[in-house]
C-alpha cells in the first residue's frame, strides 16, 4: 500500500516548485518577469519529470516490501537556485530514503533504475507528442520536455557517489550500459537534433 505523510507531499510540492522555477530562470535568459509567465510551463516539462522520477524509486522500493519516503535536500534546493543564477541548473533536490532490514543489490539496482528509465519514457512521450501536435508552439514545448527528461536521466545515470547509477551499475553494468546509451540518444537528439537512426 502506497502512504505519503504529510511532510513528504510538502517536501515534493517544494521541490518542484524551486525546481520548476530554476528552470524557468534558464529558459528566460535569466529575465525574472519572463520567469513567472514561464513557471507553468516548467511545472509541466522539468517538474513533472522531477515529481515521476521521485515516485517510481518510491513505488518499486514498496514493491519489494520497504517503507521509502522523499525527503527534500535543502542545500540542494538552495544551489539550484545559486547555480540557475549563473546559467546552469545542478539540481540535487532530494531523494526517496528507503528502510529495511536488508536491501539486495538487485532491489537496490531496480530501485534506482526506475527514476530514469521514467525520464527516459517520458522523453520518448514527448517526442512523439512533438511529432503529433499540429501547433509549433506546443511542438517546441514537447520538444524540451523530452530534451529536459532525456537530460535528466543521463544526469542521473552517472555511475558515481550516490547518484542512480552507481547502484545500476554495482548491480548489473550490462543493463546500465544499454539505460545509459539509450538516454545519451534521446538527449543527443532533442539536444542537437541528430538522428542515429
Do not use: C
Amino acid at each position: 500500500m502506497v502512504k505519503f505523510t504529510a511532510q513528504e507531499i510538502r517536501d515534493i510540492i517544494i521541490s518542484m516548485f524551486v525546481i520548476s522555477l530554476a528552470f524557468a530562470f534558464i529558459f528566460s535568459g535569466r529575465d525574472l518577469s519572463l520567469t513567472i509567465l514561464l513557471i507553468p510551463l516548467t511545472f509541466v516539462v522539468v517538474g513533472l519529470g522531477f515529481v515521476l522520477h521521485e515516485l517510481a524509486h518510491k513505488f518499486v522500493a514498496i514493491r519489494y516490501g520497504y517503507w521509502a519516503e522523499y525527503k527534500m535536500w535543502v542545500q540542494g534546493l538552495v544551489l539550484a537556485l545559486i547555480t540557475a543564477y549563473f546559467g546552469i541548473v545542478f539540481a540535487a533536490p532530494g531523494a526517496v530514503y528507503i528502510h529495511g532490514n536488508y536491501i539486495k543489490s538487485s532491489e537496490n539496482g531496480k530501485i534506482s533504475l526506475a527514476g530514469p528509465l521514467t525520464n527516459i519514457i517520458l522523453a520518448a512521450l514527448f517526442l512523439v507528442s512533438a511529432s503529433l501536435l499540429s501547433s509549433i508552439g506546443l511542438a517546441r514545448i514537447a520538444i524540451l520536455g523530452a530534451t529536459v527528461n532525456s537530460f535528466l536521466a543521463v544526469f542521473n545515470l552517472v555511475p558515481l557517489g550516490i547518484f542512480d547509477g552507481a547502484k545500476v551499475f554495482r548491480w548489473n553494468p550490462i543493463i546500465w550500459i544499454v539505460i545509459m546509451g539509450v538516454a545519451v540518444l534521446l538527449w543527443i537528439y532533442t539536444t542537437f537534433g541528430i538522428s542515429f537512426i
